[in-house]
């Protein structure tokens, strides 16, 4: 083999410049990639709406029986936690006093009726936060169907508020 100076040089100087289209052209075909995969094909619908309690609901998917706003979650803007202060519904603040109304009542017309409603809640209360796996009867039916947990809150809630409510402090 000959050694030719201008040629390696040619040959060089070509498989360089080949070698730096070749990056280019990977390079374009990456950023090309990257940017059909950003974030904003993949925004989501969200709906949010109000409850009766005056609860307001996020979720992918529209409620039921009711009319939600449909927004995209590109468009939700993040808030400093804490900054508002959840307040309470007049309706469930109005539920609560005629509940505390007719609870007074009970407990001034039958004292044994109230002490008896107060043994029966921290019975209840005591089951139920000792036991996480409870039947219960269905109103509907008849039958024996498992507790849900949310169900179980919501009872161990109603049990607590009874027991506010009937015994004394």
């Not at 409850?51 to 803007?77: C, L, N, R, W």
């Not at 921290?122 to 409870?134: A, D, E, G, I, P």
């Not at 507790?147 to 109603?158: F, K, N, V």
Request: glycine letters at 2%; proline letters at 4%; aromatic letters at 8%.
């Amino acid at each position: 083999m000959v050694f030719d100076p201008t040629n390696d040089l040619t040959e060089y100087k070509n498989t360089q410049f080949i070698s730096t289209q070749s990056l280019w052209i990977i390079l374009s075909s990456l950023l090309l990639i990257a940017s059909l995969f950003s974030s904003h094909i993949y925004a989501s619908e969200i709906y949010t709406w109000v409850d009766e309690y005056g609860v307001t609901h996020f979720s992918q998917e529209p409620p039921e029986q009711q009319s939600a706003e449909k927004m995209y979650s590109e468009d939700i803007k993040p808030k400093k936690i804490g900054s508002v202060s959840p307040t309470s519904s007049p309706k469930m603040a109005k539920a609560s006093t005629e509940l505390e109304r007719a609870a007074l009542a009970i407990k001034h017309s039958d004292k044994a009726q109230a002490k008896s409603i107060c043994e029966s809640a921290r019975h209840s209360l005591n089951v139920l936060t000792s036991h996480s796996k409870l039947n219960r009867k269905s109103k509907e039916t008849g039958k024996t169907v498992a507790m849900t947990e949310e169900q179980r809150q919501a009872t161990i809630a109603e049990q607590k508020e009874r027991i506010s409510l009937f015994c004394e402090k």
